[in-house]
């Protein structure tokens, strides 16, 4: 049998009025068999959001206070964290499974490892209810396999999936967290500052790690999307990079077949791990 890695993990969630979804969220963290540090960072929420986290969560390290957006919150958390490895779930996202962090600690087992990433699935929410389970039940509508790590891959628009995205502390601390300027495109700059400019090492689990619903600023609608464009191309240039001319314009494209790869799980509804 082999024996718990001594990796410990920081995991961030930002949270501002979110008392709909943060449960979900809490539920999975509380489920990793995984001893987890657990950083809440609250804009101020006026809704039930604290008191659900401080009643589903009581060992969750909680702050409350005003700040510059969620990008601002997740740079307090990385500060606060005290763990070898810090991850990020947003309050709408969850793990798929309780050993997540497990599979993830063995990741970082090895030194030469500074990040890891997973694959991710987008759901939306088909019922809620007792009758369904503590988190309701979700259909898969895309499926983001992410697929090997080579940094060059990013020059032709890959990414990987920011909520699967686990990185050592010391090389926030070298090469700091995110940047408040670039708006929505806050967490592809970080990705490719990282992984493409400092060519930190990384490392693909082939499994599903997150479930994120639907929905996102950036995407909502066609002039969001152009300004998210504009930003992933800051992201280049303020890092001092030159993409390709078709960088930018196969990042978009490349989403195309998460909406048709065959997920993993047999049936289309699925229902988070309690």
Not at 108 to 135: H, K, N, P, W
Request: charged residues 25%; glycine residues 6%; contains cysteine.
């Amino acid at each position: 049998m082999k024996a718990r890695s001594d990796v410990t993990i920081s995991i961030i969630t930002a949270t501002y009025n979110v008392a709909d979804t943060v449960v979900d969220c809490l539920n999975s963290i509380k489920a990793q068999t995984l001893p987890l540090e657990h950083i809440v960072v609250d804009g101020g929420s006026v809704d039930e959001t604290l008191e659900i986290v401080r009643t589903v969560s009581p060992r969750s390290f909680v702050i409350s206070e005003p700040d510059n957006g969620i990008y601002d919150a997740m740079n307090k958390g990385i500060r606060l964290a005290t763990g070898d490895v810090v991850g990020i779930l947003n309050s709408d996202d969850f793990y798929t499974t309780p050993e997540v962090m497990t599979k993830v600690a063995e990741v970082f087992d090895d030194q030469t490892v500074m990040s890891c990433y997973g694959d991710l699935e987008y759901v939306r929410v088909i019922r809620r209810g007792q009758e369904c389970g503590a988190a309701g039940r979700f259909a898969v509508v895309r499926h983001w396999r992410s697929g090997r790590f080579n940094c060059e891959k990013f020059k032709w628009g890959w990414m990987p999936p920011h909520p699967t995205f686990f990185v050592r502390r010391s090389v926030y601390e070298r090469f700091g967290g995110f940047r408040l300027d670039m708006g929505s495109a806050a967490d592809y700059e970080l990705m490719l500052r990282l992984l493409f400019k400092h060519r930190i090492t990384s490392f693909h689990l082939p499994e599903v790690l997150v479930r994120m619903r639907i929905g996102g600023v950036s995407n909502a609608t066609l002039a969001h999307r152009l300004l998210a464009n504009r930003m992933d191309r800051r992201a280049w240039h303020v890092n001092g990079l030159r993409p390709y001319p078709w960088t930018l314009l196969f990042k978009p494209v490349r989403k195309l077949p998460q909406y048709f790869v065959r997920v993993s799980i047999p049936p289309v509804l699925v229902a988070m791990a309690p």
